[in-house]
Structures are given as C-alpha cells and as structure tokens.
C-alpha cells in the first residue's frame, strides 16, 4: 500500500516536523477528501531563495527571490501536479495512468505512479526523442512506447486510449495537475507574508502561470495576502506563441521545455495577463543562456536554461519594475535535467596540461 | 533555532517559511557566531521519505525511511559539509577556495564559494576525468585546472597550495566539513521522534558514517534521543577497504562516488563501527544496481549508484534487522548526477517503431 494515512505520522521533512508533501500541507484548498489516498515523494517546501547579485544588478532597492522548484522529488514543478494527478486517479480506481512526454512530464508521472502501484505508460513519437531525456521515466519504470508520427499524433491517441480504457491521462489536460501548480503560490506568500509585487514566469504550455494566478486570488480572497502580483510571462524568442498571439509551426530554441507551438491554456494565460495588468514578453536564446550563466555563477544556483526565461525576462524589462519592488522568478528545473547545455556553455576557466606542482599551480592562480 | 511548534496551525506551512538553511536551524550546535557570514543556499531540511515497498520485502514489521539527501541545492549531502566549510573560509577572510575533485565535492566547493562572492579552484588530473562530471562545477562558475599525474598528486598539490596562499582547503580534510554533516542526525531524529534503530549508509571516504555519529552522539548527550543506531556502513566489493582493513591500488565499482582505495577517515570510522555496536559489509556491483532499480520502480526515488549500497547493505543483512526495528538508508546522491546508469540499467519496457493508432498502442498495453 501507498502512503495511506498510516503511514503519515511518520512522513515528515524535518523543519517543521510537520511537511508530509503538498496534499497534506494545504488540503483545504485542493480537491481532496479523507478517502483520498495520498500519493506522495514529499514534494513541494521548496526554496525560496534571496538573489543578491540579481538584486544588485537591478538596484534601486529591488529585492529578487529564486523559486527553486527544480528540488522537487523528480527535478521539476511537475510534481506539485502529478502528486494531485496520480492520487485523485488512484482514488477513482484506476491502475494505470498514460501520458504523452517527452521531458519532465514523463519522469514525474513514472515516478508517482509507480510509487502508487500503478502502471505507467509514456508514449513519444518515435526516432524523435533522444534516449537521455526518458533516463528518469525508464528508471522509475515506465512502459514506454514509440509510435511512429510525430507528438501531436502521440497526445491524440494517449486520449483516446484515456477515453476508452481504464487509463488515467495526466497530461495537462488532467484538470487536477494545475490544482496541485497552485500551491507553489500559496509558498511564496507564506514565506514573504504576502504577494510579491512582480512574478516572473516562463510560458511554454502556459499551465503554470495559470495555477500561480489561482493560487494567489484564492490567497487574496481568503484574506492570507493584501495584493495581487503583475504577471510576467516569458517565452523563448523562437516559441512565443502567447507573446505574437499566433501558432508556431516550427517552435525552435535552446529551452527545449517550454518549446511549445500551441498552448494547451492560451485562453487561461491571456485571462491572467488582463486581470492581473502583467505583460508578456520574448526573450532571446542568447539572453537566456546569459541569465543561466549568471544564475550559476554569481547566485550558486542551477537551473534548466528554460528556468533561465524568468530571469531574462525580468533582466530585459527591469526599467518597469518599481524601486523597491520584491519580484519572484520561478525556477520550473533543475539544471541537472540537462547536463550537456551546462557543459556547451559554461563559459567557465579550464586550464590543461599543467605540471604537476605547486609551483606552476599557483602561477595559473595569480600568487 | 529549529524545530519549534511555532508553526504548527489549522495547515502545516511550508518548510521554507522557517528553513533557512542548515547553520542558521542548527547555529548553537555548530562553531558560529553571530560574526560568522553564512554561506546558504537553503540545504539541509531534506525528505525523510517512508519505504513501504522496501519495508514489505523486509516483512516482520521493520520499517524502512529513505533520507533522500540528493534534493540537497547542488544534488548531494556535501552541501551540508560546504556550508559550514565556505562560511567559515569567508569568516576567516579568505578570497578563494580549492579542492581536488573530480565529482560532487567540486558542484558544492563551487556553488558555495561563487555564492559567497569567493573564486573557486579545482585541480583535476588531465586527461583522467570525463568532462560531464564538471557540467556543475563548470556552470558554478569554477576555475579548473587539469594537472599531468594521478588524483593523488592533485590532492597533494591543493593542500600546498593552500598551506602557502591565500585560499582555503575545501576538500574533506576541513574540519568543518564534518561537523556541516553531522546535522543530517539531528534531522532524522527531529522527525523520528528518537534515534531509528539501524542507520544504513555508502562509505567511501568515510566522512559521512563519522559525521552522523557524531550528531547522533551530541544529540543523545543533550537529550534529543533516547537511544543511538547502530551504524552499519557499506562499500562496493571492488573498493571495500574498511571491510578488509586494507588499501585498495586499483578500486573498482560502478559507484564512483564511493570508489575510494585509501579512505581519509579509517580511524574515525572503525571508531564508529565499534562504539555504536555496527558493522562493515561489502556489496556487489549487482546488487547495488538492483537495489538502484528497486528504488526507482517501487518507491519512485531515483538515487546515484553509489547511495543504493547502502540499501543493497540492509538487503544483504536483513535477517539481522530486529523484528519492527525502525531503518534509516542514507541516499547521498541525486540520480540525474549520472543519467547514463539510468539509461544503461534501466531494464525498462520499451515498445518501439508502433503503428500510430489507439487500436495498436492498446493492444501493446494489454487491453
């Protein structure tokens, strides 16, 4: 059996002695009940941490928090989703969950249906995934399959097969995955004491930024903060469906998770951006490989170079922001998602073929 | 301070809302003032994830916790260490930091270091490591020097080099190292209520098994715990040298994090071994990628290979374990620190080159 409340006395991370993962820690405002069973790897208590060099590089007394969402359990906000997904599918019966991936989805639906006794199923367009990117669904014992075609075709037949048999889609098409989204909101204010003044976000499917704008009114209106964030949504300058109002065919860029042509929550997204008098904007593949670099080596933090299009997007618009604002940027990934960006760009110092001494080592040093 | 029941109300919080980082939960167990810089990026407070499928196999009532030490900032349990290390080296006034490296202590020296505002050096033998393993340190922004000669040689070079410059010696020979370390005890006890029965644990420099008996044991004198664990410490079979009470020339393991021939805490640790009652074991390459796929598909916790020992261990002694015993496995390590295990290990089920039609994939799928 999984995590069942038996279980739960003793399902803690230790600050608190109390967080037993983001159903329990905010079950009054998800869609459960005392007959849910609560499937869970302890997800969610992410850090929210002080960004000093970003912060500096602003000035005017604007103070820059890094939502490091990449330290969930399976390396991405994913799993706020899939914690909800996969119990509310484990509750109405089902054995089985399907989900058509290719990234970050595919690993964190493995990892939490296997860890509720259930099947998963991943189904890629075939010859068109590189076997590194389902490492994480392969070893949390995914089933996957190829088809040949490409991912539209793959997302049409994963719900037609939802639709017929007893399989559970949690693709984002699974109305609960953005209630489980909207509790990374409800951290930020219960670290802050209240919204910030900015949040920026990077847009692929355009999900995200629809469950923090939940999050934040349903906060708002139950009186646990004063003020409502502007939204800023950022989409890479290749893939910025949402930014030019159109359809991408041929969506291209470096941030391959958020390298979406047509958002599943186009009209979501658009909707919070008018309510909340945020903005959207492009950025560059080179403003995000520049921010990435920036994140590691002055803040000490890693991010997917999808992550990095908050972080861009508040660099190219910060004239906007008013002195003294606190703004967030949510980081969706963890870095180590995707090593081989981290080792094409580094940037960094490497010097070889040295003589073995102290000498020679601290020449190179500069002593 | 840590821990309190100040948080406690009608929902649990999220940990981050008092979680600051490991010194700043746990400073009146650690040498800091109030003049100390702390170097944080939010480590420590990591899941204590329950093991139901782990602790079915195991049967007669044991009960078996996973501290998943991984979703630590920089993916591994040195970040305790390098906290406690960077702040310190700042404290005293240092400028840069060097270490000899080739894995996760380089990720952390250089995250802290760069975040700390210090330049970060680290010697690698030329032409010995692959440059994947330095995706992190790279992107932390590292300066990396490649020295002709082998890891020893390197280790040797830093430690002169910091006896006669400015820079401070980050490699586990830091004393403050440990004592970082040590608050992974006080955590698994702040959960558990007391000390767990049985710590299971990787040894490979056997600076880890010293650390948390060293929390255990502080905590015990002040109260915290009523009872200490026995401590039982696992190496891989090619590169067992506390097993044997020998060195290894030439380790050998799929675990490279633990593939150490001559370990640098051997008197700490068979202090350890005999004042807690433990034992050493040795494991095979087999079992710990068994014990890698069995945390991955049954408990959805994806680990490097080197973290697995120490559940291979607790299989391989499990009919030691007292009857409902409570069983803490230490997982030292994130799994995407080596995805190319996952991909080759998985024994995954995949489907290839399927016709694109709901009627095929729910075949495949059994329906």
Redesign the interface.
């Known amino acids: 059996?999984?995590?069942t409340s038996s279980?739960r006395g003793?399902?803690?991370?230790?600050?608190?002695?109390?967080?037993?993962g983001l159903i329990?820690?905010?079950?009054?405002w998800l869609p459960v009940s005392d007959r849910t069973p609560v499937i869970s790897?302890?997800e969610?208590?992410?850090?929210?941490?002080p960004a000093p060099a970003l912060s500096a590089r602003l000035g005017r007394g604007i103070e820059v928090h890094l939502k490091?969402d990449g330290?969930n359990?399976?390396?991405s906000f994913k799993d706020r989703g899939m914690t909800m997904a996969v119990s509310k599918a484990k509750e109405a019966g089902a054995t089985?969950v399907?989900c058509a991936s290719t990234g970050n989805t595919s690993a964190a639906a493995?990892?939490?249906a296997?860890?509720g006794g259930m099947r998963a199923?991943v189904?890629i367009p075939?010859g068109y995934v590189a076997?590194?990117k389902?490492?994480?669904?392969?070893?949390?014992?995914?089933?996957?399959?190829?088809?040949?075609?490409n991912f539209d075709?793959?997302l049409t037949?994963v719900r037609?097969?939802a639709d017929?048999?007893?399989?559970t889609l949690v693709n984002s098409l699974n109305p609960y995955r953005l209630q489980g989204q909207k509790t990374a909101a409800?951290?930020v204010v219960?670290?802050l004491g209240d919204a910030p003044d900015w949040l920026c976000i990077p847009m692929g499917n355009a999900g995200n930024i629809s469950a923090y704008w939940m999050g934040f009114q349903e906060y708002k209106k139950a009186g646990r903060c004063r003020t409502l964030p502007r939204m800023m949504g950022f989409q890479a300058a290749g893939s910025a469906p949402l930014v030019h109002g159109t359809t991408v065919e041929q969506p291209d860029t470096i941030a391959t998770a958020i390298r979406i042509g047509n958002p599943a929550n186009r009209e979501k997204a658009l909707k919070v951006r008018e309510e909340s008098g945020g903005g959207f904007a492009a950025v560059s593949d080179a403003s995000i490989l520049d921010a990435?670099?920036f994140l590691?080596?002055?803040?000490?933090?890693?991010c997917e170079p999808a992550s990095a299009a908050s972080v861009a997007g508040l660099l190219q618009r910060s004239e906007e922001v008013p002195s003294g604002a606190r703004v967030v940027c949510v980081l969706t990934g963890?870095?180590?998602?995707d090593?081989?960006t981290?080792?094409d760009h580094?940037e960094?110092?490497?010097?070889?073929?040295?003589?073995?001494?102290?000498e020679?080592?601290?020449k190179?040093?500069g002593?």
């Open positions: 059996m999984p995590f279980v003793l399902f803690q991370r230790p600050t608190t002695q109390n967080w037993q329990h820690a905010y079950n009054r790897l302890c969610g208590a992410t850090p929210l941490v490091v330290l359990p399976t390396g089985a399907i493995a990892a939490y296997r860890r199923f189904l075939d076997q590194g389902l490492a994480q669904a392969l070893l949390y014992g995914a089933e996957v399959l190829a088809v040949r075609g075709r793959a037949i037609e097969v017929k048999y007893p399989v409800f951290e219960d670290v990435y670099r590691g080596r002055e803040e000490g933090v890693f963890n870095g180590l998602k090593p081989s981290a080792i580094s960094a110092t490497f010097h070889g073929d040295l003589d073995p001494n102290t020679t080592v601290a190179v040093l002593f």
